[in-house]
């Protein structure tokens, strides 16, 4: 016991009186939050989510609590980043007669962000009862500004989110909606790009997709043969 008392008696621990999901958001909303909202983020207590309006993007930073949070024994959660766009569903409502699948144009847990650092991440969380809150607070908020942010950032345009997920050579799902910001920004070569870019992968790779996406594709190839 006494060992114990000497591990966790030099670390902060901020907000113990409270339940593990009040806590969480008493962290988030006193220490995360302000800087934020400073450019622009507003908060939902019900949600644990930051949200903010970047042209016709919008960007959330959502922390997700453990379900197996007790006391002061486990008060764990992870952050999330993602970026929809209410605009792209009108538009291919208008140039297709349908909605998309969702509003959804990419996200990832913090820890798939590029250059995020994994420090106080232990079995999948972050955990105030566990590691010095002070310094988890000061993580988070340095990882968010250098790395969270700019992942944000880099997908909230329709040219940067092109560079970037191609960049990524992953998520080729996305290659439709790529393609229609190509051709919302009259890019016909990056239009063409994109469809190669797929193609190539599909045709290299043992992934099955989704046949939806795959008649997404011809429709978008339809439109690339025909594009004056």
């Known amino acids: 016991m006494n060992f114990f008392k000497d591990v966790f008696k030099d670390k902060k621990f901020l907000f113990a ?3 593990p999901g009040d ?3 008493k962290v988030i909303e006193t220490y995360i939050f302000p800087d934020l909202e400073k450019i622009g983020f507003k908060m939902s207590k019900s949600t644990l989510t930051l949200t903010r309006k970047l042209g016709d993007f919008k960007q959330e930073i959502y922390f997700a609590k453990n379900k197996w949070n007790s006391g ?3 008060v764990s959660f992870d952050p999330h980043f993602r970026v929809t ?4 569903v009108k538009w291919h409502k208008s140039k297709y007669g349908t909605a998309p699948m969702n509003d959804y144009v990419l996200g990832t847990r913090a820890h798939y962000i590029p250059n995020w650092t994994n420090e106080y991440f232990q079995d999948w969380w972050y955990d105030l009862a566990k590691d010095d809150n002070n310094e988890i607070v000061n993580f988070l908020k340095a990882n968010i500004d250098k790395n969270g942010l700019p992942y944000l950032n880099a997908l909230s345009d329709k040219q940067s989110a092109i560079d970037f997920i191609i960049g990524q050579n992953s998520n080729y799902y996305k290659a439709p909606m790529l393609f229609d910001f190509a051709f919302m920004l009259n890019d016909r070569n990056q239009a063409e790009i994109i469809l190669k870019w797929f193609n190539d992968y599909k045709n290299n790779s043992e992934s099955n997709f989704q046949a939806d996406t795959l008649k997404d594709i011809e429709i978008r ?3 690339l043969n025909n594009w004056a």
């Open 17 to 19: 009186d409270l339940k």
């Open 23 to 25: 806590r969480i958001y």
């Open 72 to 74: 002061n024994e486990v």
């Open 85 to 88: 766009s209410s605009m792209y």
């Open 221 to 223: 190839q339809e439109i």
